[in-house]
C-alpha cells in the first residue's frame, strides 16, 4: 500500500507539475504577445510622428520660399494693368477717359511730368510696380474711392503696396499741378474775373464765389470730437474761392468739420488778405450808369460775415419783385458756381463722395490732388467734356444776420442797381 500510495502521490504531483508548467507557459506566451503588440503600437506611432514632422517641415519650406502671393507674381510676368490700360485705348469707345476720368493725351501728359518723382528701379528680387500702373491706380482709387482692398485684386498690387504709391503719386500732382490753383496776380487779372462773373451771371464786379464743403471722414483715432460735424458725421473742411467757370482759386483744407464755415473763412489766409487789402484787388469804380464808386466783392451765403469787400444775401423773406428779393435772387445765382464747382468735381472724382479711411493729413492730399486734377482737366481740350454744366436751383434760406454799415450801403447800390 506505501508503495502504491508513494506512486499515487508521484503521479499526482506530476500532474499538478505539468498543470502549472502549461499555465506558466500560456502567462509568458500572452505577456510576449502584450508586449509585441505594445511594440508594434509604439513603432506605429512613432513612424506617424517622422512622417508627420517631414511634411510639416516640408509645408514650412514651401511657404518660405513663396515671399508674395501667387496673384502678385502674375502681375511681374505681364498680367498687370497696362496691358488692361492699352486694351482699353485701343478700344476707342471711350473706356480708358472713363476708367481714368482723363483723355490718353492728358494721362501721358501728367506720366512725363511726374516720371522722375515717382519712378522706382527693378531688384533682383522682384520687378518695380511701373510708372504707369502707379498712375493708373491712383487715378482710379481718386475716381471710384475704392478699397485698398478692392484695388488689389484689380491691379495685382498688394494693399500695402498701394497705400504706399497713392500718397506718392498725389504729392507728385500736386507738385506739378499747383500753378494751376492760385489766386490772381494782378488788378488785370482781377478784372478779367469780374468780367466773367459779369458777362456769365450778371453780377458786375464780383472777383469770385466762396463756400466750404464737408469731406467725409472716418473717425479719426484719438479725434474726440473735433471732427464730428454738426450733421452728425465726421469730416475736414475745404474752403475754396471758385471764378465764373468752376474753377478753383484758392482752397484750404483740413480745418475740423466741428467748425463752422464762416469760422474756417475768418482763419485761412484768404480772409487775413482780405482784411489786410493784400490782394491787389482793382480800385473802387462806379456800376454802369451810377455815379458812386463800388469796391470788387466776393460773394458768400450766410455763414459769412458782411464786410466791404465781401457780400451775403438779405435775411428772411421778401416780397416778389422788391429790391431785397432781385438781389438775393442775383447774389444767389452768381454764387452757386462754387457749389457747381463742388459738384463737378464730386461726379467725377467720387473719392469725394465716400467717408475716406484715412488719416486727416493723407486725406488732406487727396482733396488738393481733386482740385488740382479738376483744373488742369477743366482747361484741357481733351478732358474738358468730361465736366459738364449742371444747373442747381437755390432756395435761400432765412437767417438772423448782422450787417455791418458799409457793407449794408454796398448792397444798397447793388440793389439800386438790378432794381433799375
Not at 467757370?245 to 483740413?254: K, L, R
Not at 488719416?359 to 481733351?382: D, G, W, Y
Request: hydrophobic residues 40%; positive net charge.
Amino acid at each position: 500500500m506505501s508503495i502504491w500510495k508513494g506512486a499515487a502521490y508521484t503521479s499526482e504531483w506530476d500532474t499538478r507539475a505539468r498543470h502549472m508548467s502549461f499555465h506558466s507557459d500560456c502567462s509568458m506566451n500572452a505577456r510576449s504577445a502584450r508586449f509585441n503588440m505594445a511594440d508594434e503600437s509604439l513603432a506605429v506611432a512613432s513612424a506617424s510622428f517622422i512622417v508627420i514632422c517631414r511634411l510639416l517641415k516640408q509645408k514650412r519650406r514651401r511657404q518660405r520660399r513663396r515671399w508674395t502671393s501667387q496673384l502678385y507674381m502674375k502681375r511681374e510676368i505681364g498680367i498687370n494693368s497696362t496691358l488692361l490700360l492699352n486694351d482699353l485705348s485701343e478700344e476707342g469707345t471711350g473706356h480708358f477717359k472713363n476708367f481714368t476720368r482723363m483723355s490718353q493725351d492728358d494721362f501721358n501728359f501728367l506720366l512725363n511730368a511726374i516720371i522722375t518723382k515717382i519712378m522706382r528701379r527693378d531688384t533682383v528680387f522682384r520687378k518695380a510696380v511701373s510708372v504707369e500702373e502707379r498712375l493708373a491706380v491712383t487715378l482710379r482709387f481718386l475716381a471710384t474711392g475704392d478699397s485698398y482692398t478692392s484695388l488689389q485684386y484689380l491691379f495685382r498690387i498688394s494693399k500695402q503696396l498701394i497705400s504706399q504709391i497713392i500718397p506718392e503719386v498725389c504729392q507728385a500732382l500736386i507738385e506739378c499741378l499747383i500753378d494751376h490753383v492760385k489766386l490772381p496776380a494782378s488788378e488785370d487779372e482781377w478784372k478779367n474775373v469780374a468780367q466773367k462773373f459779369e458777362d456769365i451771371w450778371n453780377f458786375p464786379h464780383c472777383v469770385g464765389a466762396i463756400d466750404g464743403k464737408h469731406v467725409v471722414l472716418q473717425a479719426p483715432i484719438k479725434s474726440g470730437s473735433d471732427f464730428h460735424n454738426y450733421k452728425s458725421f465726421f469730416s475736414i473742411v475745404l474752403m475754396a474761392l471758385v471764378d465764373a467757370d468752376y474753377n478753383f482759386m484758392f482752397v484750404d483744407i483740413g480745418c475740423q468739420g466741428r467748425i463752422s464755415d464762416g469760422g474756417v473763412f475768418q482763419n485761412c489766409q484768404l480772409y487775413k488778405k482780405i482784411a489786410n487789402n493784400a490782394l491787389n484787388l482793382p480800385t473802387s469804380s462806379p456800376l454802369i450808369g451810377r455815379t458812386v464808386a463800388i469796391p470788387f466783392i466776393f460773394l458768400g451765403d450766410a455763414a459769412f460775415p458782411l464786410s466791404q469787400h465781401i457780400m451775403k444775401p438779405y435775411a428772411g423773406q421778401h416780397p416778389k419783385e422788391s429790391p431785397e428779393r432781385i438781389f438775393n435772387y442775383r447774389l444767389s445765382r452768381a454764387r452757386r458756381v462754387v457749389e457747381n464747382a463742388f459738384g463737378i468735381a464730386s461726379s467725377v472724382f467720387r473719392v469725394l463722395r465716400k467717408p475716406m479711411l484715412l488719416e486727416p493729413e493723407k486725406a488732406q492730399l487727396i482733396v488738393m490732388t481733386v482740385v488740382c486734377l479738376h483744373n488742369f482737366l477743366r482747361r484741357s481740350q481733351t478732358s474738358r467734356n468730361i465736366y459738364i454744366r449742371h444747373l442747381v436751383v437755390w432756395i435761400v434760406k432765412s437767417m438772423e444776420t448782422q450787417y455791418s454799415a458799409l457793407g449794408e450801403l454796398i448792397i444798397r447800390k447793388y440793389h439800386h442797381h438790378f432794381y433799375q
